[in-house]
């Protein structure tokens, strides 16, 4: 048994590389992922998203690199790797005819160790208890989501893989599965690794988010924050009372007049000190805004205006 401490990643993408003929499909990807965090994958049309998805569920082999789960390689360790990984590929593929409950039990007899008690822990987690013993092809879209979760999180892993999750749901089974996936993530301490064309989505699901071009991985970003994690810069406006007077005391940090404020880039600790400068010198602050740009805005400009998968 591997030991590892909480605060290691979960899952290590080393140089991940695939190329297809003259292609490079994935250039040297080496990514880490947290433990118990939603862990968005963005990237424009064609970016290697699903392809690398494939390779971390051993569906597609490496041409270079390697992926570490829990200390486990899936190049040369595959079976104990993939024994802390859950995965949905596309869509959950489940049997009409039977009962959720039912389904849950066949899947159970494929790995030792899940016991009746574990199948309504999961049912009770994803928020099926009063329909489980449905036939699913009475299910809506978003029920057979969450049975696909449930199935995936039995055996508890240590991380649950969501290939565009979101495909076909309506805003209420979208809400629904974020809720889940927060929920998973608190109570079950599994990191999810989540891919999505929904950007707007992603902003309020993930904690962070890796966004990849053309296979290369060009930045990772906290959401919570709100920032980018390589930086510590905001975009601040101070209300002030006299803004020219302040824009020109400030010049030297970049400051400029925004109507009645000033606008300039400042850490945490550079705000403070800021407004305890301005205050000493006796203007009025009435206000201090951190104007940070959405993950929309921050995914176009990185990218040049891509489209997302």
Known sequence: MVYQSPDEP?????????????????????????????????????????????????????????????????????????????????????????????????????????????????????????????????????????????????????????????????????RELRDYLRKLTKEEGITVFVSSHLLSEMELMCDRVAIIQAGKLIDVRSIRQGVPLASDLNRVLFEVDRPDEVAELLAEAGAVREQDAVLLNADREGVAQINARLVSAGYNVYGIRILNKSLEEQFLEMTGGESVV
């Open 10 to 174: 979960v899952v290590q993408l080393k140089n991940v590389t695939k190329v297809i003929g003259r292609r490079t499909i994935i250039d040297h990807l080496t990514l880490d992922l947290p433990q118990a965090e939603v862990f968005g994958f963005l990237g424009p049309n064609g970016s290697g998203k699903t392809t690398t998805i494939r390779m971390m569920v051993g569906l597609m082999a490496m041409s270079d690199g390697d992926v570490i789960i829990r200390g486990h390689s899936i190049r040369t360790d595959f079976e104990k790797a993939i024994r802390h990984v859950g995965a949905i590929v596309e869509n959950p593929e489940m049997y009409k005819y039977l009962s959720g409950y039912q389904n849950l039990l066949h899947y159970s007899r494929m790995v030792p160790g899940i016991t009746r008690q574990r199948i309504e822990e999961v049912v009770e987690l994803v928020g099926l208890k009063t329909r489980i013993n449905d036939k699913v092809k009475t299910y809506s879209l978003g029920m057979r989501q969450r049975l696909g979760v449930a199935q995936a999180i039995m055996h508890k892993p240590s991380l649950l893989i969501l290939d565009e999750p979101t495909n076909g749901l309506d805003p209420a089974g979208i």
